[in-house]
């Protein structure tokens, strides 16, 4: 009993000196950057002076004045737009992807895994130069790609119509990302037990029928932890429409989103005034949408799956 209470001691021991680095970086620069920003939201200076507390005042003006209600609600539906066109593209494609690659019979499969996974290392700034090198309508190569099959018109002003902007840089950060989802589905396939592929196919299934009927139900939490990180991610996005637009996000604020919003606000641009503790305001109303999809999903998705798979 002394020799378990021993080595139980010691197991403590050492995972809280392992943990206690990570948690105290972890707390360090992120928990209470993010508690003292949402302070900060409850708090207003004027002119440069010193902040006072105002409560929920800057919540309120956000909510009730015309000017910062029509900004936030449109870069709020953008952000909605932006992450709906990658849960419709980027995870279905990145599940089809992974699907396709542990194919046992594929050849040159870590050959395409790489080259698929590689424009996610890129820089942001580099991706958004390069796309817009290619989408010009005055020096893009677009126009001549395209004149290859027969299209003389050239592209359209796709980075410069209202209607098309964001969907166009949705899509540019799909190209983007889409190694990510592909790469940790394709993790889960590669968990899955071969015995229960090889029985499915002895009873005359192929390589579709099992996916769909055996894999595909045993990475479902897989895939729903997916979504979730790609919600997280497309309601902290930033830098590339700041990369491509700037932080007027044009045309018209069409590619306005939360990040370019929050940036405007809280540093001033051209005739905007910064402001600091609007901007508190602003993150912290990004966190109060992130916070509400996590909840969403661990109180409903993650409940219905642990009991699908019990």
Same mark, same amino acid.
């Given at each position: 009993?002394?020799?378990?209470?021993?080595?139980?001691?010691?197991?403590?021991?050492?995972?809280?000196?392992?943990?206690?680095?990570?948690?105290?970086?972890? =707390?360090?620069?992120?928990?209470?950057?993010?508690?003292?920003?949402?302070?900060?939201?409850?708090?207003?200076?004027?002119?440069?002076?010193?902040?006072?507390?105002?409560?929920?005042?800057?919540?309120?003006?956000?909510?009730?004045?015309?000017?910062?209600?029509?900004?936030?609600?449109?870069?709020?539906?953008? /952000?909605?737009?932006?992450?709906?066109?990658?849960?419709?593209?980027? /995870?279905?494609?990145?599940?089809?992807?992974?699907?396709?690659? &542990?194919?046992?019979?594929?050849?040159?499969?870590?050959?395409?895994?790489?080259?698929?996974?590689?424009?996610?290392?890129?820089?942001?700034?580099?991706?958004?130069?390069?796309?817009?090198?290619?989408?010009?309508?005055?020096?893009?190569?677009?126009?001549?790609?395209?004149?290859?099959?027969?299209?003389?018109?050239?592209?359209?002003?796709?980075?410069?119509?209202?209607? &098309?902007?964001?969907?166009?840089? &949705?899509?540019?950060?799909?190209?983007?990302?889409?190694?990510?989802?592909?790469?940790?589905?394709?993790?889960?396939?590669? /968990?899955?037990?071969?015995?229960?592929?090889?029985?499915?196919?002895?009873?005359?299934?192929?390589?579709?029928?099992?996916?769909?009927?055996?894999?595909?139900?045993?990475?479902?939490?897989?895939?729903?932890?997916? &979504?979730?990180?790609?919600?997280?991610? /497309?309601?902290?996005?930033?830098?590339?429409?700041?990369?491509?637009?700037?932080?007027?996000?044009?045309?018209?604020?069409? =590619?306005?989103?939360?990040?370019?919003?929050?940036?405007?606000?809280?540093?001033?641009?051209?005739?905007?005034?910064?402001?600091?503790?609007?901007?508190?305001?602003?993150?912290?109303?990004?966190?109060?949408?992130?916070?509400?999809?996590?909840?969403?999903?661990?109180?409903?998705?993650?409940?219905?799956?642990?009991?699908?798979?019990?």
């Amino acid at each position: 009993m002394a020799l378990k209470t021993k080595r139980g001691s010691s197991f403590r021991t050492h995972i809280l000196v392992f943990l206690l680095p990570a948690a105290l970086i972890y =707390t360090l620069f992120m928990i209470l950057p993010l508690i003292d920003t949402v302070r900060f939201s409850f708090y207003s200076a004027k002119s440069g002076g010193p902040t006072t507390f105002v409560g929920w005042d800057n919540y309120i003006l956000i909510l009730t004045n015309e000017r910062w209600w029509q900004e936030f609600t449109n870069a709020l539906a953008n /952000n909605f737009k932006f992450f709906v066109i990658h849960m419709l593209l980027q /995870n279905p494609i990145g599940l089809l992807l992974a699907a396709l690659l &542990s194919l046992p019979r594929l050849k040159l499969a870590n050959s395409y895994r790489t080259l698929i996974f590689m424009p996610t290392m890129l820089s942001v700034v580099i991706i958004g130069f390069i796309w817009k090198l290619i989408l010009s309508p005055l020096w893009g190569v677009g126009d001549t790609l395209v004149g290859f099959v027969g299209v003389t018109d050239g592209l359209p002003a796709f980075l410069g119509e209202e209607y &098309s902007a964001l969907i166009t840089l &949705s899509l540019i950060s799909v190209w983007q990302f889409v190694g990510i989802p592909m790469m940790l589905i394709y993790a889960a396939l590669l /968990n899955v037990p071969d015995d229960l592929v090889d029985a499915a196919i002895v009873d005359g299934a192929n390589q579709w029928t099992a996916f769909w009927r055996i894999k595909l139900p045993l990475i479902l939490p897989t895939i729903a932890m997916v &979504s979730v990180l790609t919600f997280v991610a /497309n309601f902290n996005a930033f830098d590339l429409i700041y990369a491509v637009k700037g932080a007027l996000a044009g045309p018209n604020f069409s =590619t306005d989103i939360m990040g370019t919003m929050f940036y405007r606000t809280f540093f001033g641009f051209q005739l905007q005034p910064g402001s600091a503790t609007m901007g508190a305001t602003v993150a912290s109303l990004m966190f109060l949408v992130i916070l509400c999809g996590v909840m969403i999903y661990l109180f409903v998705i993650q409940r219905r799956l642990h009991r699908y798979q019990l």
